[in-house]
């Protein structure tokens, strides 16, 4: 989980891309596609001038045979020299991974967004709060940052505690094979074989 962070930043694409399963997708603010297609807009916009930096931490894995999902909290740093802006910005990956001939990979990745901040390296800088306020809260300064780098990003990407993540966390727990315990528990329970 924290090779995608170290081989993305470093540029290394065929590693990058040897951490997802066949026909593996995701879900990103700037990009809905395969791992195959994000890889590749990844190497076109790595030529551009927003720069970043992902530092991921420990993740939090549920093993189920050879399915798993994992989540895992990341710092993504970005800069904008051209702008003199920045954003720091609070994610949370939610993957689904899959275990082929011994080895485990990601088949499914969504990024969910709990807060941003602007970052102004030679201190503040005119942001047009139009734009800006087009987008969530939560990911606002990051989605700034890449409209005006020239990527599209959705307004619609999944938030902390919002109704999105509730959906995520229940159809991955679903396609695990695990289920909510009692409302209120905070505690996934295996399906018996009978629930399928």
């Known amino acids: ?57 420990n993740p939090y894995v549920t093993v189920a045979g050879d399915r798993a ?14 702008l003199d802006l920045g954003a720091i910005t609070h994610i949370r990956y939610l993957d689904r991974l899959v275990r082929i001939d011994g ?17 102004f390296p030679y201190g503040p800088v005119d942001v047009d709060r139009a734009v ?20 599209e990003p959705s307004d619609r990407s999944p938030t902390r505690g919002s109704a999105r993540e509730a959906e995520l966390q229940e159809r991955d727990s679903a396609w695990l094979g695990w289920c909510w315990g009692r409302p209120g528990d905070g505690i996934l329970v295996r399906n018996s074989p009978a629930a399928h």
């Open 1 to 57: 989980m924290t090779a995608w962070g170290s081989h993305r930043d470093a540029g290394r694409w065929d590693r990058l891309e040897s951490l997802f399963a066949p026909e593996a997708t995701l879900e990103l603010t700037w990009v809905q596609a395969t791992a195959s297609d994000f890889v590749a807009a990844a190497r076109r916009h790595a030529t551009g001038a927003l720069r970043s930096k992902h530092v991921i931490s």
């Open 69 to 82: 999902i994992a989540e895992t909290n990341a710092m993504l740093v970005t800069d904008q020299p051209d």
């Open 103 to 119: 080895r485990w990979a990601i088949a499914h990745r969504v990024s969910i967004y709990d807060s941003c901040g602007l970052t």
């Open 132 to 151: 800006i306020r087009r987008f969530p809260r939560e990911y606002a300064g990051l989605a700034y940052l890449l409209q005006l780098s020239g990527y």
